[in-house]
């Protein structure tokens, strides 16, 4: 067991699916576990959680509440080991995808905020507080989507999916000396409302492309992550750990 104070971590999209999922974990793993979402059902959340989870409300399109989400974790907790970027939207057209030439501008840089800016300005505010302590590990939760042409994927999607991908490696180049680890985690399908929101037909011929034969659960990513969270990890940066059921395997 290692000594001092527990290690503080900061889960985005908490309020379900993934995010949940990892941060229940994590609080089982002994971090305490800082849960953030837009929406105000967080508090509650994190309370069925237990006293190792604490709930910020904090719409991650906006770089001003991020500050001020930090400045909450910082003052405090007094650290931030563990962040994990993983609030993520997917706007579906009819249960399907968008086509380039149907996206809105709105959208797309709605999209752009939400999966690809946030994560940008979280690491911008904590990685130095994770310098403070020379330790730290990123996690950022890319897609399938982003490491391959994806039938179900729209454009924007797959952009900041791929997009953190690049980030995460410099996070890691930028992060090394100072102990930082950065990762990807890049799912297939997986059972949540984001998936629940496609339609009938594209779940089940998408099931139906996965070697293992279903969709994965929130758990089965969590697990991941909760590895790269600890110290077992840390020779592991600039990685993309793809858990997909053997839909995609480069
Ligand atoms: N489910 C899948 O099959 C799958 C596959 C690959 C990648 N992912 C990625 O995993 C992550 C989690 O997805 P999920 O399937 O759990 O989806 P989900 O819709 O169940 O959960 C997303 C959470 O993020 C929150 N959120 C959305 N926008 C936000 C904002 N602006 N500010 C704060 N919180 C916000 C939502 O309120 C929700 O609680 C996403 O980044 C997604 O792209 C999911």
């Not at 001003?64 to 579906?92: F, M, T, W, Y």
């Not at 999209?111 to 911008?124: E, G, H, K, R, Y």
């Not at 410099?170 to 799912?187: K, M, Q, R, S």
Request: charged content about 15%.
């Amino acid at each position: 067991m290692r000594a001092g104070p527990p290690r503080v971590a900061l889960v985005t999209g908490a309020a379900s699916g993934i995010g949940l999922a990892i941060a229940t974990q994590l609080a089982k793993d002994g971090l305490i576990t800082v849960m953030l979402d837009r929406s105000p059902a967080i508090s509650d959340i994190a309370a069925g959680i237990g006293e190792r989870a604490h709930a910020i409300v904090c719409d991650v399109a906006d770089a001003a509440q991020i500050h001020a989400a930090v400045d909450e974790v910082d003052s405090r907790h007094g650290r931030c080991d563990v962040l994990v970027n993983n609030a993520g939207i997917h706007p579906k057209r009819d249960g399907g995808k968008f086509l380039i030439e149907q996206i809105p501008m709105a959208q797309w840089q709605e999209v752009m905020a939400i999966n690809l800016t946030s994560s940008f300005v979280f690491c911008q505010r904590v990685m130095p507080l994770m310098r403070r302590n020379h330790w730290g590990r990123i996690i950022n939760i890319s897609s399938r989507g982003g490491r391959t042409a994806s039938p179900v994927a729209s454009a924007h999607y797959a952009a900041t999916k791929a997009g953190l991908i690049g980030f995460t490696r410099i996070a890691a180049l930028e992060g090394a000396a100072d102990g930082i680890t950065a990762n990807c985690v890049a799912p297939g399908p997986i059972e949540s409302a984001m998936t629940a929101g496609s339609s009938p037909e594209v779940r089940a011929a998408f099931a139906r492309s996965v070697p293992l034969g279903r969709y994965g659960d929130p758990e089965e990513i969590a697990s991941a992550v909760s590895f790269l969270a600890g110290n077992g990890s840390s020779f592991i940066t600039g990685a993309i750990f793809d858990i997909n059921g053997g839909t995609y395997m480069p």
